[in-house]
C-alpha cells in the first residue's frame, strides 16, 4: 500500500492542524493505521493509532486529549486532527500501515508501510 500524509506546516503555538494520509495501492480496510513522529535529533515515536474498521483508537500520553486519529475507509483516509499544539510538537508526522496481528503497534519496526511524512513546525 501507498500512503501520503499531508496538511503540515507552520503553526503558532496554540493552532489545531488536521494532518492527512491518503492511501492506494491494497485494500485499505485491511490495515491499522497509526500516526508517528520524529522530532529533530531523535527517534521516531508513536503518537496514535486506529483499528481497521475504526471502532478503537489510542494514544501516546503525551498527545491524550489534545488530538484525535479518525479513519475514512470509503475514501482510504486516515486524519490526525491535533489541537492545542506546543513548540516540542514539532516533528515530521509519519502515517504507518500494517496488516497483521500480534506485537506492539506502538513500535515503529512493526509496520509494514510507511508515508513521506509531513513537517509540523510550532512557533512560540
Known amino acids: 500500500v501507498q500512503l501520503q500524509a499531508s496538511g503540515g506546516g507552520l503553526v503558532q503555538a496554540g493552532g489545531s492542524p488536521r494532518l492527512s494520509c491518503a492511501a492506494s495501492?491494497?485494500?485499505?480496510?485491511?490495515?491499522?493505521m497509526s500516526w508517528f513522529r520524529q522530532a529533530r535529533g531523535k527517534e521516531r515515536e508513536f503518537v496514535a493509532s486506529?483499528?481497521?474498521?475504526?471502532?478503537?483508537?489510542d494514544y501516546d500520553v503525551s498527545v491524550r486529549g489534545r488530538c484525535s486519529i479518525s479513519r475514512d475507509n470509503a475514501k482510504n483516509m486516515v486524519y490526525l486532527q491535533l489541537n492545542n499544539l506546543k513548540p516540542d510538537d514539532t516533528a515530521v508526522y509519519y502515517c504507518?500501515?500494517?496488516?497483521?496481528?500480534?506485537?506492539?503497534?506502538?513500535?515503529?519496526?512493526?509496520?509494514?508501510?510507511w508515508g513521506q511524512g509531513t513537517q509540523v513546525t510550532v512557533s512560540s
Open positions: 504507518g500501515a500494517r496488516s497483521f496481528f500480534g506485537g506492539d503497534y506502538g513500535v515503529e519496526r512493526n509496520y509494514e508501510y
Open positions: 495501492g491494497d485494500t485499505f480496510s485491511a490495515y491499522r
Open positions: 486506529i483499528s481497521k474498521s475504526g471502532g478503537r483508537t
